[in-house]
């Protein structure tokens, strides 16, 4: 039932989140609700214990509902999630189809409220709710014949909340309370008070509890002050909730704020002393304070009401860790604070059972916002890793990545004048893409330019000004047009041909909204940007259906260009927040690009040790877990650790050989034990207590595959440990109802972690695959000579040859698979062969001349042939069995135009030949049904191949924009 309501519950979800931050909780306590429905559904044998569960999820989603009065904004929002959760409760053993259909009549008296209010957001949340209710449906009609059955009896059936003195909604709805307690909402309203900008998408100003200093490295212990701040504010806050439940909780927290107190002294020292050899005596005392936390938890009753709490912070005080790692510092903080969560988790949900459920819910918000500005901490002033000794005056001298010297100096005088490049490129090309459509399309569009053109004037301000203490004045110009923006989308007919497409320039003009954040500022863009990309979608898929497709698409992919390239300026040249006043600067002091394509050049004689490191470390701490619990779970551990022994091996050859032509010997006996491992799941009984850690394994072990992928072997592994994620969740949610449930939680977490040092480890030393016999020895180089040599080669004459090669190679597998199926995929297939043979005509002119300050005419050959690909869609039956194959290559083409842009040329290939991705899904998923199923598959696969070597390409000789007159004499 979960994988057949992904794509329902997702919709909703991204609808839900339009709303802010307080839709996080319900919204949350939903997906539990629906993980604990589906475990209950597939149970053997069912007990009410195993109901219980969802019980108090329903439960939980009820109370944060009555939450709210009927004046709230969220009133009916959160009362259709409850009712929407409701529908889960079939699992209880009464008439399934019943059910469904009382939660299904309940919304229908709620979901014309929100349609009534004619706003995108409310629109599109009613929509996803009532879709869900109806995939439930089908889900119900299509796959229970009947009452679920319990082993002891079904539970007590569940019945909406209801009382005489309740309030009902304006229909009949939902029952909520009427009068709930100021103390319940307390903690979201002092959540929502820091918000930098509302749900309502107004443009605000706040102070973070960390305030940012403007010279993150000048003056006196800066990064130790500002980590002082945490102690003093959110920290402080944690000890008041911890001291208000007492007992071990409010002990642990003594221990806690010991282990903080000790790294500030710790970074006391780190910040005026270079980083020595060894560190351990410095750690020491962080060490002992983090063990006192820790010995709390064995002192806890395991059964007690507090021992959630502790376990808590049991599992999360390793976040203070951050300190002692020598990269992904900021992500390393994410991952140990979030060990914690599944009894934060516990603790927010087991509230309403307490004496004092505000104190215990007071408690658990204290404790993820003190990680969160940990994290943020962390980000700003270290990012990979800990600064040691930063310097007082220089500060990009030292770790580029870390420092924010070098955002401030890329933001020079150049912020200015690279936001107006936007204006001028991607915004005006988007403005004549509406004008094309014309009615309110084009009149939002004016409206739109003109909140980019004031944003232009106020970071025309910025740029010459120091923040004020209160800008909100230089801010209007700008909120006064992003009104205008919104007040088109609220005026144009909902059910209108143009209603998606203003309700997606409606939705992400808030992006804008960066200039006012305090952190996080190239996220804010990406989430703001995105909360447009469900109407985006539908102008997409809708546009075929129209009198001119091709306006529509260009529109669609003018919009995401034009934010696409907002974010990567924001990033570029802010990064956290806005750069008021940057130093001038003289000379050039940006960054060089990294050398980019075969990683050798990091990568020394050690990557096998490293990889050693891993079977002694992580490996071997699997297989003792594994061996704890037994059976069939440390059989299989023992195949699976001959597995990675298998890969270590194979590793001290490839470190020494050139890439032979035909791999497939050297890992068969990788592939022989990978075998075994998921050998033991076909002989095991798939009902039995192991039977999730067995297919967690087994799932995920295709990690090892990493070695044979000739691209993106970091993401593979990920991907690939990412497959067994779903019996992982089983494993952890069924430790409690095991002998010993500890030993359950720590063999998951072991095998996560394990997989996470892997991608580390493929990430440090091989990044995008394999790296066959490195250079034995490296000579270090300045960073200008590193800068000069990276220059060179990746001006090299061969990037035509290279280009050629894919022509040669990926692209000619395709037009091969597409003449296997024939009809208009190869039509299209060849007129697709045409614009690459044109851009390689176009590559062997750009490599012998200077760039020419119109190209238009160079480029018309590639555009002609690019727009046949496209009219072939147009002449294709939109109901045949070959419409989302010719859609996915019309869609793809674009990623051709890479030769066009001024920067970010490898994203802007990623991006356009994923436009296509949704087409290619279909392709798949269509084949089986297909009279010959493999071609499809191997048609679908071959465009993919050709993309990623297009964009694998892009990344090794140009990186940011082509390369123009670099062809050696």
């Not at 609700?33 to 969802?54: C, F, Y």
């Not at 102070?207 to 212990?221: H, I, K, R, T």
């Not at 920290?235 to 008041?240: D, R, T």
């Not at 395709?814 to 007129?831: D, L, N, R």
Request: aromatic share 8%.
């Amino acid at each position: 039932m979960e994988l057949s309501l992904a794509r329902p519950v997702m919709a909703l979800a991204t609808s839900a989140e339009a709303f802010g931050p307080r839709m996080n909780a319900p919204l949350e306590t939903f997906r539990s609700a629906l993980k604990a429905a589906a475990e209950i559904e597939s149970a053997s044998p069912r007990t009410r214990v195993l109901a219980q569960s969802l019980e108090d999820h329903l439960d939980a989603l009820d109370e944060q509902a009555s939450a709210v009065t009927q004046s709230d904004i969220l009133y009916n929002q959160l009362s259709l999630l409850s009712i929407a959760a409701d529908a889960l409760a079939w699992v209880f053993g009464g008439n399934p189809s019943e059910c469904v259909d009382d939660a299904r009549e309940r919304a229908a008296k709620e979901l014309p409220i929100l349609r009534q209010r004619n706003h995108p957001s409310q629109t599109a949340f009613a929509d996803s709710v009532e879709n869900f209710l109806d995939k439930i449906k089908l889900y119900v009609e299509s796959n229970v014949p009947g009452p679920l059955v319990y082993a002891d009896g079904a539970p007590t059936a569940r019945t909406p909340t209801t009382s005489p003195t309740a309030a009902t909604g304006p229909t009949g709805g939902h029952v909520r309370s009427a009068t709930p307690s100021q103390s319940s909402t307390a903690p979201i309203d002092a959540a929502l008070a820091n918000a930098t900008i509302t749900s309502t998408r107004t443009i605000e100003t706040s102070s973070s509890p960390v305030s940012a200093n403007e010279d993150s490295y000048g003056g006196e212990d800066t990064y130790a002050t500002a980590f002082k701040a945490l102690i003093d504010g959110p920290l402080a806050a944690f000890v008041i909730a911890s001291n208000n439940l007492g007992g071990e909780v409010q002990k642990q927290a003594a221990a806690f704020t010991k282990a903080w107190q000790e790294e500030h002294k710790f970074l006391q020292v780190a910040v005026k002393t270079p980083k020595p050899d060894d560190i351990q005596n410095f750690l020491a005392p962080i060490a002992t304070a983090m063990g006192e936390v820790a010995a709390v938890v064995e002192e806890v009753d395991p059964r007690g009401p507090l021992a959630p709490h502790c376990n808590a912070l049991g599992e999360s005080v390793a976040a203070l860790g951050w300190v002692a790692v020598d990269e992904k510092a900021t992500s390393y903080v994410g991952d140990m604070a979030g060990a914690g969560q599944f009894f934060i988790d516990k603790v927010k949900m087991g509230a309403k059972k307490t004496d004092k459920p505000n104190a215990h819910r007071d408690w658990a918000n204290s404790l993820q916002t003190l990680f969160a500005e940990l994290k943020a901490y962390v980000k700003e002033y270290h990012t990979q890793k800990l600064v040691w000794n930063p310097p007082r005056a220089v500060r990009a001298a030292l770790n580029p990545l870390a420092c924010a010297e070098d955002d401030i100096e890329d933001a020079g005088s150049d912020y200015v004048t690279a936001f107006q490049v936007i204006i001028d490129g991607p915004l005006s090309a988007f403005v004549e893409a509406s004008n094309k459509i014309g009615g309110e399309i084009a009149e939002q569009a004016t409206a739109f330019a003109a909140a980019w053109k004031a944003e232009a004037e106020f970071l025309a301000k910025a740029y010459k000004t120091p923040k004020p203490d209160d800008f909100q004045d230089m801010l209007t110009p700008i909120a006064s047009k992003m009104g205008e923006v919104s007040a088109v989308a609220n005026k144009v007919d909902p059910r209108g041909s143009l209603a998606q497409h203003c309700n997606a320039v409606g939705e992400s003009v808030a992006a804008l909204g960066w200039v006012a954040v305090d952190e996080k500022a190239t996220s804010y863009v990406g989430d703001m940007a995105g909360a447009g990309q469900f109407f985006m979608d539908k102008v997409k898929m809708g546009a075929k259906k129209t009198q001119n497709p091709d306006v529509h698409r260009e529109w669609a992919k003018a919009l995401e260009t034009v934010f696409v390239d907002l974010k990567a300026y924001v990033k570029e040249h802010h990064t956290q927040k806005l750069v008021w006043n940057p130093p001038r600067v003289t000379g050039s002091s940006k960054r060089a690009p990294p050398a980019q394509g075969d990683d050798s050049a990091s990568t020394g004689i050690d990557y096998v040790s490293a990889f050693k490191a891993l079977l002694s470390g992580p490996l071997a701490t699997f297989v003792k877990l594994s061996e704890v619990i037994g059976g069939d779970v440390s059989n299989q551990a023992k195949a699976f650790a001959s597995a990675w022994e298998a890969e270590a091996q194979f590793l001290e050859k490839a470190i020494t050989m050139p890439k032979p032509d035909d791999i497939q010997d050297l890992l068969a006996p990788i592939a022989t034990k990978m075998g075994e491992v998921g050998s033991i799941v076909e002989k095991g009984d798939p009902r039995g207590p192991t039977a999730h850690h067995c297919n967690a394994v087994a799932e995920s072990v295709a990690a090892l595959g990493w070695v044979a992928v000739d691209e993106k072997a970091t993401s593979f592994v990920g991907d690939m440990a990412g497959a067994g994620q779903f019996f992982l969740d089983k494993v952890k949610m069924g430790a409690k109802g095991s002998g010993n449930p500890e030993a359950h939680r720590n063999w998951a977490k072991a095998l996560e972690v394990l997989f996470s040092e892997l991608k580390t480890y493929v990430k440090e030393y091989h990044t995008q695959k394999l790296v066959w016999n490195p250079p034995k020895a490296i000579t270090p180089k300045t960073k200008s000579a590193v800068v000069d040599e990276v220059g060179k080669s990746n001006s090299s004459p061969d990037y035509v040859t290279a280009f050629k090669e894919i022509v040669e190679g990926s692209l000619s597998r395709f037009v091969a698979a597409s003449k296997t199926i024939g009809s208009e995929v190869f039509e299209q297939a060849e007129h697709f062969a045409g614009a690459w043979n044109a851009e390689s005509d176009f590559l062997e002119k750009a490599i012998a001349m200077p760039k020419p300050d119109d190209i238009q005419g160079m480029l018309a050959p590639i555009a002609s042939k690019m727009g046949r690909v496209g009219e072939v869609v147009e002449k294709t039956d939109p109901h045949g069995p070959l419409v989302h194959h010719c859609n996915a290559v019309a869609e793809s083409v674009a990623a051709l135009g890479w030769v066009a842009v001024d920067e970010k040329a490898t994203s802007f290939v990623g991006d356009m030949a994923g436009a296509g991705q949704f087409f290619l899904d279909k392709v798949k998923m269509g084949a089986r049904k297909s009279e010959n199923p493999d071609a499809h598959r191997e048609w679908a696969s071959s465009l993919e191949i050709l993309f990623a070597d297009l964009k694998a390409y892009v990344k090794q000789y140009h990186t940011q924009k082509l390369e123009w007159n670099c062809k050696k004499p």
